[in-house]
């Protein structure tokens, strides 16, 4: 159903009749239905964490779909991700924080980061499967422990039915 009807794309979640492929939609679908935990939180921190990870997936699938690695329009897509990394970087780094999340002090799962976790993932291993493990993760050690963070969460391990090779599969068959 997930390849005749929608192309394969995923994340997908199917729940009742409706289908849906989008990790935003989806975050936004669960956080209507499913009301506990409350995801949704708003104000200055949102809006923080918000423009913290502004542009970031654009410029991740832009970087991954392009072919071939390491030429110089390759190096200036490169660039545009690890400004966004850079960006998620800062914002993560900030003193007042004592959780691993993205709004406000950390310590809240939410909706921005039920958003997050599956364009880490993707980025994650398209990085180390498709672009030959070309942006060095170690500069941006607080994204890692953000992404740790969210891949070490139950409803994360629950909910990633597909392998490495089925994202790659993914990025590399439409482009």
């Known amino acids: 159903w997930l390849l005749d009807d929608y192309g394969g794309k995923m994340p997908a979640l199917r729940h009742r009749k409706e289908c849906y492929v989008d990790s935003e939609v989806i975050a936004q679908y669960l956080d209507f239905f499913f009301k506990d935990p409350e995801l949704s939180v708003g104000g200055a921190a949102t809006e923080a964490a918000s423009n913290a990870m502004d542009g970031f997936f654009p410029a991740m699938a832009k970087f991954t779909k392009h072919s071939p690695n390491g030429d110089e329009e390759d190096q200036a897509k490169q660039a545009v991700l690890e400004e966004k990394l850079a960006n998620l970087e800062e914002h993560l780094s900030d003193e007042s924080r004592t959780g691993p999340y993205l709004v406000g002090d950390g310590t809240q799962f939410t909706l921005l980061d039920c958003s997050m976790a599956p364009k880490l993932y993707a980025m994650d291993?398209?990085?180390?499967?498709?672009?030959?493990?070309?942006?060095?993760?170690?500069?941006?050690?607080?994204?890692?422990?953000?992404?740790?963070?969210?891949?070490?969460?139950?409803?994360?391990?629950?909910?990633?039915?597909?392998?490495?090779?089925?994202?790659?599969?993914?990025?590399?068959?439409?482009h």
């Not at 291993?125 to 992404?147: T, W």
């Not at 963070?149 to 790659?168: C, I, M, N, Q, W």
């Open 125 to 174: 291993v398209c990085l180390r499967e498709i672009k030959d493990n070309a942006v060095d993760m170690g500069k941006y050690p607080n994204v890692r422990k953000y992404m740790d963070a969210l891949f070490d969460r139950p409803s994360f391990k629950s909910t990633v039915e597909y392998g490495p090779e089925t994202v790659v599969w993914g990025w590399t068959s439409y």
